[in-house]
């Protein structure tokens, strides 16, 4: 059977992409030396929405690094966040959030609060985080009017008194200090990055390095065994590893894509990427992908695998996969999304019963033996196993 691997040794990571462990923004981007931390009375701690971490131009962490008296916790539900619920249950915690009965926090001046929740992320998502945690709406709420115009210009705000985080906590201290002045330096890292970012804009040719996130109907992803069977020059099956930390953390929160490897089951063709970590490799994910730590450090940047694997693909082409653990991590990365083939769930109606792993299932359908790995560590040794699970149970549907 013919096989067309399509990968490349990963190599060191270019000096401009290389990316700061502070900040984790890339070198050339880093604003680390602009940072002013200023102490605070009042413990500042900032929620933040899981797909704003995503957002490069953020100021959560900013305004993190910049408090030394504040701490940082990503999610959406924070109900079983033993330490968000220990300080929203100590007396003197209040959120920063418009509603009914909202106080300024210059009327709490001399006797401010010990903690302020705030959270961050696009109005939306803030409300969704407060909807979603009820012990949040029980909360004394502060909100304010700003005294001077935004400076972040470089993303859109639904109204002119709407502020970023890092510009928010700034008015909240000062305000509730009554010294607005001590505060304002902090801002010179976020006057720093939104210069940086308009720069990079202006001197920027040819397309946006990052791929759009798609827009339009969404994928199906209950394909049939038929739907494989009659276009079977079309499957790509997938799957993929994430760089994760463990909730609670300091770098909890949505896993990153770090290993894609993909190939048709029809033809062999096949790809593989290992993409550089954009923030530290998480304990045990080196083990755990049976990848040594060197060659995950070592890979290629994320835009750039990303691009290789549009490449692979053609315009008619359906995803399968073990699960949509690979497509999320996919579709959190831009990739235009396909139709998707839930293997595990076909498997499971075939079998009328759950399959357990990708690999046991090759025995419970029947396979003499697994099949030789197509790839790297683990993803490569279940990828052989997915485009196996797909032979079977296509076979079956004749």
Known sequence: MNSTLVTRPPPNLPPHRERCL?????????????????????????LQHVRERKVAIGTARM???SLPNSELHLGVCFEEHQRVRELAAEPGTALLFPG????????LRGRPPTTVIVVDGTWSQARKVIKKNPFLQALPRLAFRPDR????????EPSAECV???EALVHLLGALEGAPERY?????AFDRMIDLQISEQQGRAGPPRRLSRPRGRRPRVDVTLETLRSRPDDVVALYAEANAWATGSEFDGEAELVQLVAARPLGGDRFEAVLAPRRPLGPGVATHLELDAELLLAGEPGEEALARFEAFLRPGDLFCGWGPYALGLLQAEGVAMREFADLRL?????L???????????????????????????AGRRLASLVGVHRLLTDRAQ
């Open 22 to 46: 502070r900040c984790r923004r890339p070198r050339r981007a880093c604003w680390c030396e602009h940072l002013r931390p200023v102490e605070s009375a009042t413990r500042a701690c900032i």
């Open 63 to 65: 305004a993190h690094l």
């Open 100 to 107: 009914e009965g909202a106080l300024d926090p210059a009327a």
């Open 149 to 156: 115009p935004s400076n972040y210009r470089i993303r859109a």
């Open 164 to 166: 970023s985080t890092i």
């Open 184 to 188: 304002r330096p902090i801002l010179e």
């Open 346 to 350: 076909a498997c499971a109606r075939t």
């Open 352 to 378: 009328k019963r759950r399959p357990g792993g990708v690999e046991q299932a090759v025995r419970l359908l029947g396979g003499a033996e697994l099949p030789p790995s197509l790839g790297l560590g683990r």
